[in-house]
Nanobody, 122 residues
Framework: QVQLAESGGGLVQAGGSLRLSCTAS????????MGWYRQAPGKQRDLVAS?????????NYADSVKGRFTISGDNAKKTVWLQMNNLEPEDTAVYYC??????????????WGQGTQVTVSS
């Protein structure tokens, strides 16, 4: 059974910083990529940033966070971090960790964390 444990959300003023962390655990054979999505009230869940954690570490960012957010990961620790700087009220959302991974004896699939709330006050 695979689980994704998130931490680091909270309340911060505009211009502040937060760092999110997500660790995968369970019977995992390999991890292809990990990333963060976010969902604001009444909106769809959108990609924030992702990283190919098992290879050269190539990254992908939503245009709205480029230059402010940085994703990094450690394949051995099965952990991904999202450093969020210069936060804006528009960044307020529930942030979900996502992992594309292969459990032992199973096919590769997408797994989700429970989400962590990020609130940015103006």
């Amino acid at each position: 059974q695979v689980q994704l444990a998130e931490s680091g959300g909270g309340l911060v003023q505009a211009g502040g910083s937060l760092r999110l962390s997500c660790t995968a655990s369970g019977s995992i054979f390999s991890i292809n990529s990990m990333g963060w999505y976010r969902q604001a009230p009444g909106k769809q869940r959108d990609l924030v940033a992702s990283i190919y954690i098992s290879s050269i570490g190539s990254t992908n960012y939503a245009d709205s966070v480029k230059g402010r957010f940085t994703i990094s990961g450690d394949n051995a620790k099965k952990t991904v971090w999202l450093q969020m700087n210069n936060l804006e009220p528009e960044d307020t959302a529930v942030y979900y960790c996502n992992a594309n991974l292969r459990p032992w004896g199973m096919s590769r699939g997408n797994y989700w964390g429970q989400g962590t709330q990020v609130t940015v006050s103006s």
